[in-house]
């Protein structure tokens, strides 16, 4: 006679091969094929495409073409998430015709406490760059991406009060007097650019992106070497990013004027 052990092995034995499939879709690669599914999960073909199948059926998964993404009954389970990989699906258009528009790496940040991070890069094709990676960290007192989301998130600026500001550079803000400088700027003119506050040969250019309610959830912005991009460079790359920014939302479902 079967033991409840034993009983019980086998459909966790399916949830553990679900998860394997479900792990392969990320911000990254948001739509892999069936292909690409079984090669990284090192399923059977057969098994996988067998499992694939049912979470399509189930909903799990939705199928376009060769390719699959998130299904819509997980993005009721889970709507934090899947909104996240929305953002990044919808903007990875605007990113790309950005950074062919300008020439610089393109990227779309997020907020977690006092630091930002990149979801989605479009990097430029230049052969003198600066890294920008997928998951790479950065303080928001620091950069121009930054200044964005100390100027539209009101939840913001308190992760920043009570702490010392790392002084990365000589041109990095260490007060939140000048923050507040900065920030009354950066909502004078919609967006703002920054020059070795980080890196004292990197530059930044950021304009918000808000969603169908008119909230922040991402900064859209440009990144480069100071090399090859100066304040000289501003008045006409900040209009540029703005108006991405301004894309991204209405591809979000904004409406406004950001």
């Known amino acids: 006679m079967a033991t409840e052990s034993s009983r019980g092995a086998a459909p966790i034995l399916v949830l553990q091969k679900i998860s394997q499939i479900l792990d392969c879709f990320t911000p990254e690669s948001p739509e892999p094929t069936l292909q690409q599914l079984a090669r990284q999960t090192g399923l059977p073909s057969s098994t996988c495409q067998r499992l694939v199948q049912s979470m399509v059926h189930e909903g799990y998964l939705d199928r376009d073409g060769d390719r699959y993404r998130i299904g819509i009954?997980?993005?009721?389970?889970?709507?934090?998430?899947?909104?996240?990989?929305?953002?990044?699906?919808?903007?990875?258009?605007?990113?790309?015709?950005?950074?062919?528009?300008?020439?610089?790496?393109?990227?779309?940040?997020?907020?977690?406490?006092?630091?930002?991070?990149?979801?989605?890069?479009?990097?430029?094709?230049?052969?003198?760059?600066?890294?920008?990676?997928?998951?790479?960290?950065?303080?928001?007192?620091?950069?121009?991406?930054?200044?964005?989301?100390?100027?539209?998130?009101?939840e913001a600026r308190p992760t920043l009060e009570g702490s010392p500001l790392s002084k990365f550079t000589p041109d990095t803000p260490d007060s939140l007097a000048t923050l507040d400088h900065q920030v009354k700027q950066t909502r004078e003119q919609g967006y703002f650019a920054a020059f070795?506050?980080?890196?004292?040969?990197?530059?930044?250019?950021?304009?918000?992106?808000?969603?169908?309610?008119?909230?922040?959830?991402?900064?859209?912005?440009?990144?480069?070497?100071?090399?090859?991009?100066?304040?000289?460079d501003v008045d006409r790359l900040g209009p540029l990013v703005a108006s991405a920014a301004r894309a991204a939302s209405h591809a979000l479902g904004f409406v406004g004027s950001a």
């Open 73 to 154: 009954r997980l993005v009721r389970w889970a709507s934090t998430g899947t909104t996240g990989m929305d953002i990044v699906q919808l903007t990875k258009p605007i990113l790309q015709n950005l950074r062919d528009e300008t020439g610089e790496t393109a990227c779309l940040y997020v907020r977690d406490g006092s630091f930002r991070t990149i979801v989605s890069v479009a990097e430029t094709r230049h052969v003198v760059m600066r890294p920008f990676t997928v998951g790479m960290v950065m303080p928001i007192h620091a950069g121009a991406p930054g200044k964005i989301f100390l100027a539209y998130d009101p």
């Open 196 to 232: 070795g506050e980080r890196h004292s040969d990197v530059g930044s250019i950021a304009a918000p992106v808000f969603n169908v309610s008119g909230i922040l959830v991402a900064v859209l912005g440009l990144g480069f070497p100071t090399q090859r991009v100066t304040f000289g």
